[in-house]
C-alpha cells in the first residue's frame, strides 16, 4: 500500500531548498571545467553550454531554480569568460547584447522546460492516483465483509493521503456505528448523522490539532445513502484531494450496497430453505408419528375383539413396543425443541466418562436387542466437564443408532483416546455404515426414508446440537474396515483436585 | 396388608397403578389433588405414598415437607424424564425414591416393594453379613470379600459402601451422599464423590463400565442394587 505516490515526496522536497543549492552546484559544474578548456572554446559555445545547464535545471527542479540559474549564468559567463576576465565590468559592448539574449533564452527555455516537466510529473501522479484508485476498487470489488471495506477504504486513505477514516454504518435501527471498534474520531455522532440523512458533505474542525478538519462524506448509492466516510486528515490536502475523496466514498458505497444485497439474497435463502424444511418436518412427522400411533389403536382394538386370552400377552408386548417406540420420538423431538430455543443452559460439571457411558447402556436397556457392548476407555482419562443428562443422550442416541442398523447381536464398540488438548468418544459397529450423500446431522434427515426402523431422524441432530454446545464436533465416517463409526470430541480442561482421604 | 395412597391428577395412570397394587395384594386409596391427599394421609396413614409431582392444585414439594413433618413412611415420587433438578429438589425433601414417566408396571412394582419391605424389614436391621454379585460384606468385623479375596477399602470407600447397602434399591442424591460420607461443607466436591464412586466400582463391579449394583441416577445420584437386574 505505501509507495503509491512517490511523485508527491519528490515534488516538496523540489520547492525547498535543495533545488536551488542545486541550481548552483549546475552552474558550478559548467563553470569550472569550461575554465580550463576556455582558450580552445568560442565565446558563443560557452554561451551554449550554460544554456544546456539552465534547460536541464528547470526540467529536473523547476521554474524558481532555472531563473536563478539563468541570473548565475549570466553573471558567470561574465565574470569568467568575458574581456576582462575576474570583473564584472564589459570592454565590448557587443556582450551586452549577448548576456540579454542569453538570459531571454535562458528564462523562456526554463519557463518551458520547467511546465514540460511538471505536466510530466503530474501525469505520474495522475497514473500512481488511478492506479491505487484502481487496486482499491478491486480490493473492494472482492471484500465479503463491510470490515474488509472499511479497511481497505482505510488502509488507502492512510497510505494516500496520512488521512485516519473510517467507516460508519447503519443499524437495523438506521443508527450510525463505526465498523472498527474504536475508530470513529467522534462519540457523538451528530455530525455523521447530518451527512448520512440530507445526503450532503459535512466538514468540521478537526479536534485533533491545528488545521486539520474531519469530513464526513455520504456514501450516496442510487437508492439511499448507505453510510458515512468520516476522513481527518490536512485541511489543504483535503480540499486539494476533494474529487479523489469522493471516488473513494462512492466506490465504498457500492462496496456496502453489494454487501447489502448480497445479505439480502441470503435471508430470502435461507427463509426458502427454512420453508422447505418445515414441509419436509410435517411430512416426516405425521408419518412417523402417525405409524405407531395406528398400530397402538390397532392393538388395543385387537386385545378388545381377541377372544382367545393365548394371543394377549403377544398383542400386550407389541402394544408396549410401541409406546415406547413413541416415547423416544417424542424425547427426542421434546429435546431438539428444547436445544434449538436456545434455552438450554448446560449443567456443567467434572465427572468421569466412564459414569455417563455406563448409565446409557443401562438406560438404553432391551432397546440394545441383544448387542454386546464393550466399552474401552484409557485408563488415564482425566475427569471432564460436562452436561451429564445430554451427553448421556448423545451417548444414548450413538448407541441406539447403532442397535438399530447393524446386524443382529453384533457387537458394539464405545471407545475413548486423548488427543491434542481433547477427547475422541467413538461408537463404532458392524453394520452396513452410514448411507453417503446425506446432511445425517441435520433434522429429520434419516439414513433409510420410510423404512421398518422407527424413528423420526432426530438422534444424530441433537447429539451434534449438545456436542457443539459442550464445544466439541461430531462426525460420521464409514472407516476402511467397514462398520460405521460416530466420533465426537470434548475439549480437557484442567479438572478441580479430588478432596484426597488422610492416610 | 400395606396401606398405599396415590396422589396423581391424570386418571389413566391412577387407574393402572392401582390395579398393579391391587395385584400386589395392597389397600389402595387415591386422589387427584394435594389438598384432598394430605387430607388422606392423615385419616388413612398410609405405608407407602405415590405422588405426581405435576399437581394441578400446587408443588408437590409442599406434599413432600408437610407429610415429612409427622411420618416416617416412604414416598416415591413420578415425575417426567428432563426434569432432574426438581426430582433431585423432591429426594432432598424427604422422598424416598422416584419414577421417571412413562414407565412400567414391572418398574413401578419393583419400587414400590422395595420401599415397604425397607420398612418392613427396619433399616440397617442386625445382618452382619451382607451379599451381592461377587461381594461379600462382613459389617461387623468391616471387612470386604470379592470372590472370597479380601479386598481392600480406604474409610470413604468403606462408608460409602456401607452407606450403599443401608439403603438398597433407593436411590441417594449426591448431596446426601457427599453429607453422609464427607460430612456438611462438601457440597461443591460432586466431582469427588463422582471418583469415589468409581473406584468403589473399579473395586467390586465385574465390569465397571457397566455397573450392576452401583448403578447412576444421571443428574440425580445412585441407586444401589443388590441383585443385578437381568439385561
Redesign the interface.
Known amino acids: 500500500m505505501h509507495n503509491r505516490f512517490p511523485k508527491r515526496v519528490a515534488s516538496l522536497a523540489r520547492r525547498g531548498v535543495p533545488g536551488y543549492f542545486l541550481a548552483v552546484a549546475a552552474c558550478a559544474a559548467v563553470a569550472l571545467p569550461v575554465r580550463l578548456l576556455a582558450p580552445w572554446l568560442a565565446p558563443a559555445n560557452i554561451v551554449m553550454l550554460f544554456l544546456l545547464a539552465v534547460f536541464l535545471v528547470a526540467l529536473y527542479l523547476g521554474r524558481r531554480p532555472a531563473m536563478l540559474a539563468a541570473f548565475l549564468s549570466v553573471a558567470v559567463f561574465d565574470f569568467f569568460f568575458v574581456q576582462p576576465h575576474f570583473s564584472f565590468a564589459v570592454v565590448d559592448a557587443q556582450y551586452l547584447v549577448t548576456f540579454s539574449v542569453m538570459l531571454a533564452v535562458a528564462l523562456i527555455t526554463g519557463q518551458f522546460a520547467a511546465r514540460l516537466g511538471q505536466q510530466a510529473e503530474e501525469a505520474l501522479e495522475r497514473e500512481s492516483h488511478t492506479r491505487a484508485l484502481y487496486e482499491m476498487a478491486r480490493e473492494l470489488a472482492g471484500a465479503v465483509s463491510v470490515a474488509q471495506v472499511a479497511e481497505t477504504t482505510q488502509q488507502f486513505l492512510e497510505a494516500g493521503l496520512g488521512a485516519t477514516a473510517s467507516l460508519l454504518l447503519p443499524d437495523a435501527n438506521d443508527k450510525l456505528h463505526a465498523v472498527a471498534e474504536g475508530q470513529a474520531v467522534s462519540q457523538d455522532f451528530s455530525l455523521p448523522r447530518r451527512a448520512y440523512q440530507r445526503g450532503e458533505p459535512v466538514e468540521v474542525l478537526g479536534f485533533s490539532g491545528r488545521g486539520v478538519i474531519t469530513l464526513y462524506l455520504p456514501l450516496l448509492t442510487p437508492m439511499r445513502a448507505r453510510g458515512v466516510l468520516e476522513i481527518t486528515a490536512e485541511a489543504g490536502l483535503l480540499h486539494q484531494e476533494r474529487a479523489l475523496l469522493d471516488t473513494v466514498a462512492s466506490l465504498a458505497a457500492i462496496a456496502v450496497e453489494r454487501l447489502h444485497y448480497a445479505e439480502v439474497a441470503r435471508a430470502v435463502e435461507m427463509r426458502m430453505a427454512a420453508e422447505r424444511l418445515r414441509h419436509s418436518v410435517l411430512a416426516s412427522l405425521s408419518h412417523d408419528l402417525r405409524t405407531p400411533l395406528t398400530a397402538l389403536v390397532g392393538l388395543a382394538d385387537t386385545l378388545l375383539l381377541d377372544v382367545d386370552p393365548a394371543t394377549h400377552r403377544e398383542t400386550a408386548q407389541a402394544l408396549?413396543e410401541q409406546?415406547?417406540a413413541l416415547?423416544r420420538m417424542v424425547?427426542n423431538l421434546?429435546?431438539l425443541a428444547?436445544l434449538s430455543a436456545g434455552g438450554v443452559v448446560l449443567?456443567r460439571?467434572?465427572?468421569?466418562l466412564?459414569?455417563?457411558?455406563?448409565?446409557a447402556?443401562?438406560?438404553l436397556?432391551t432397546a440394545l436387542d441383544g448387542h454386546p457392548?464393550t466399552?474401552r476407555?484409557p485408563t488415564d482419562l482425566p475427569?471432564l466437564e460436562f452436561d451429564?443428562?445430554l451427553l448421556?443422550r448423545v451417548i444414548g442416541n450413538l448407541l441406539d443408532n447403532a442397535a438399530k442398523y447393524a446386524p443382529a447381536a453384533s457387537p458394539i464398540l464405545l471407545e475413548a483416546h486423548l488427543a491434542q488438548g481433547q477427547v475422541e468418544v467413538s461408537v463404532c459397529d458392524e453394520g452396513p455404515g452410514f448411507p453417503q450423500g446425506l446432511e445425517l446431522l441435520e433434522p429429520f434427515v434419516r439414513g433409510a426414508a420410510e423404512s421398518s426402523q422407527p424413528g423420526i431422524g432426530l438422534g444424530l441432530a441433537i447429539c451434534k446440537a449438545i456436542v457443539e454446545a459442550h464445544g466439541g464436533r461430531l462426525e460420521l465416517a464409514n472407516p476402511p474396515e467397514g462398520g460405521a463409526r460416530a466420533r465426537f470430541t470434548l475439549p480437557l480442561g484442567s479438572?478441580?483436585a479430588?478432596?484426597e482421604?488422610m492416610p | 396388608m400395606s396401606r398405599v395412597l396415590i396422589v396423581e391428577d391424570e386418571p389413566q395412570i391412577r387407574r393402572f397403578v392401582r390395579l398393579a397394587l391391587h395385584g400386589e395384594g395392597c389397600e389402595v386409596t387415591e386422589t387427584g389433588t394435594l389438598r384432598e391427599g394430605l387430607a388422606l394421609a392423615g385419616d388413612t396413614r398410609p405405608d407407602l405414598v405415590i405422588l405426581d409431582l405435576g399437581l394441578p392444585d400446587g408443588d408437590g414439594l409442599d406434599f413432600i415437607r408437610a407429610w415429612r413433618a409427622w411420618s416416617e413412611a416412604p414416598l416415591l415420587v413420578l415425575s417426567a424424564?428432563?426434569l432432574?433438578a426438581d426430582k433431585v429438589a423432591a429426594l432432598d425433601a424427604g422422598a424416598d425414591d422416584y419414577l421417571s414417566k412413562?414407565f412400567?408396571v414391572a418398574e413401578l412394582l419393583a419400587r414400590a416393594r422395595a420401599l415397604l419391605r425397607r420398612r418392613g424389614a427396619g433399616e440397617g436391621a442386625a445382618r452382619p453379613l451382607r451379599e451381592f454379585g461377587r461381594v461379600a460384606v462382613d459389617l461387623a468385623r468391616r471387612e470386604v470379600r470379592v470372590d472370597g479375596q479380601a479386598v481392600h477399602l480406604?474409610?470413604?470407600e468403606y462408608r460409602l459402601l456401607t452407606l450403599f447397602l443401608s439403603h438398597p434399591g433407593r436411590v441417594l442424591t449426591h448431596r446426601q451422599l457427599l453429607r453422609e460420607v464427607?460430612g456438611p461443607g462438601?457440597g461443591n466436591?460432586?466431582?469427588?464423590l463422582?471418583?469415589y464412586?468409581?473406584r468403589l466400582r473399579h473395586l467390586l463391579e465385574q465390569?465397571?463400565?457397566?455397573?450392576q449394583h452401583v448403578?447412576?441416577?444421571?443428574?440425580v445420584g445412585y441407586r444401589f442394587e443388590s441383585e443385578a437386574a437381568p439385561?
Open positions: 408396549r409406546a415406547m416415547t424425547n421434546l429435546d428444547r449443567r460439571e467434572w465427572q468421569p466412564e459414569e455417563v457411558a455406563g448409565a447402556i443401562k438406560l436397556g457392548v466399552v476407555l475427569l451429564a443428562v448421556e479438572p478441580p479430588i478432596d482421604e | 424424564r428432563g432432574e412413562p412400567g480406604t474409610p470413604i464427607w462438601h466436591s460432586g466431582h469427588t463422582r471418583v464412586v468409581g465390569d465397571p463400565t457397566q455397573p448403578l447412576t441416577e444421571i443428574g439385561t
